[in-house]
Every structure is written in structure tokens, then in C-alpha cells.
């Protein structure tokens, strides 16, 4: 059964970076898409960035373009998406999310088209002066 375990989450000023680290127990990524989804309060989860691990495809939505690079460490077993030039409209819990990469794709999982089921605990990230 796959696990994932997010990191990195915390308080940083408007413009700064952040790097959230999402591991996985249990099973390699090799054949998963993996994604990063947040929840602001009162609002939707959204898919924030995607990546299929098998061919590196990626996906984004349009406010993080530019500025988030979602990236995999194989070897560590973990997804990580760095984080620059921080909003305080990217305050949310951000989650970690997987579904075998036969069954979906980084834009399908990001659109939620599909949605994902391996999920982690989530990390809170506050951007605020």
C-alpha cells in the first residue's frame, strides 16, 4: 500500500520560496503520476502541479507557471515542488497526491479528471508579512 508523507510546509514573507518534499513508503514511484493539490479555506482543492514519472511530463495551472518546478529524486523516492516568489494568495494546506500512471496522466490528475487515490496528510504553508 503506497504512503506519502509531505514536508516543508511553514510561514515565509511575501516573494519567498518554499520546498515542499512529498516521500513514498510502500511502493516506487516509477509507474505513478504524482501531484501537488491545495485547499485554501472555503475554497475548492486545486490541482497545483503534476508530473508522470515514467516519461516527466508535467502539468501546471496558470497562477503558479513561472514560479513553482515540481521535480522527482528517484533514488529518494520523493516528489518535491520548490516554490518561488511566494503570494499570499498561495496560503493553503498543500497535499501530496498519486495514482498509478496506467490509469491517468499529470494533466488529467491536475484537472481533477480523475481524482487520485493515494493521498498524504497534507502541509500547511503561509505566505504573510
Known amino acids: 500500500q503506497l504512503q506519502l508523507v509531505e514536508s516543508g510546509g511553514g510561514l515565509v514573507q511575501p516573494g519567498g520560496s518554499l520546498r515542499l518534499s512529498c516521500a513514498a513508503f510502500?511502493?516506487?514511484?516509477?509507474?505513478?503520476?504524482i501531484g501537488w493539490f491545495r485547499q485554501a479555506p472555503v475554497k475548492e482543492r486545486e490541482g497545483v502541479s503534476c508530473i508522470t514519472i515514467s516519461d516527466g511530463r508535467t502539468h501546471y495551472v496558470d497562477s503558479v507557471k513561472g514560479r513553482f518546478t515540481i521535480s522527482r529524486d528517484n533514488a529518494k523516492n520523493t516528489v518535491y515542488l520548490q516554490m518561488n516568489s511566494l503570494k499570499p494568495e498561495d496560503t493553503a494546506v498543500y497535499y501530496c497526491?498519486?495514482?498509478?500512471?496506467?490509469?491517468?496522466?499529470?494533466?488529467?490528475?491536475?484537472?481533477?479528471?480523475?481524482?487520485?487515490?493515494?493521498w498524504g496528510q497534507g502541509t500547511q504553508v503561509t505566505v504573510s508579512s
Open positions: 510502500g511502493d516506487t514511484l516509477d509507474y505513478y503520476a
Open positions: 497526491a498519486a495514482d498509478p500512471g496506467s490509469v491517468t496522466t499529470a494533466q488529467a490528475m491536475c484537472t481533477m479528471r480523475r481524482f487520485p487515490g493515494y
